[in-house]
Nanobody, 118 residues
Framework: QVQLVESGGGLVQAGDSLRLSCAASGRTSSSYTVAWFRQAPGKEREFVAAITSGGVSTYYADSVKGRFTISSNNAKNTVYLQMNSLKPEDTAVYYC???????????WGQGTQVTVSS
């Protein structure tokens, strides 16, 4: 059973940067995808970015392309989300999710709050 723990959220000003971390523990499949989602108050959860095992491929929502970068450190079983040029509309709870590649996400973290003030 895989467990995911997010960290790195906080309160920042518009234009600042933050790096979120998603640490995985437990047994993982050999081929998997890890993604970041976010949910703002009163809104649906939305996809932010994803990375396949080994960092072979990355995917981004249009709203974060050019500002956010997803990466992984396999030795530490950790996936990162570097967020630059943050905007107030990036304010949300950010969740890490993982699952077998091509089969959706079956494991979710507890979320970390990101608040961007104008």
């Amino acid at each position: 059973q895989v467990q995911l723990v997010e960290s790195g959220g906080g309160l920042v000003q518009a234009g600042d940067s933050l790096r979120l971390s998603c640490a995985a523990s437990g047994r993982t499949s050999s081929s998997y995808t890890v993604a970041w989602f976010r949910q703002a108050p009163g809104k649906e959860r939305e996809f932010v970015a994803a990375i396949t095992s080994g960092g072979v491929s990355t995917y981004y929502a249009d709203s974060v392309k050019g500002r956010f970068t997803i990466s992984s450190n396999n030795a530490k079983n950790t996936v990162y989300l570097q967020m630059n040029s943050l905007k107030p509309e990036d304010t949300a709870v950010y969740y890490c999710a993982a699952g077998p590649r091509g089969a959706g996400y079956n494991t979710w973290g507890q979320g970390t709050q990101v608040t961007v003030s104008s």
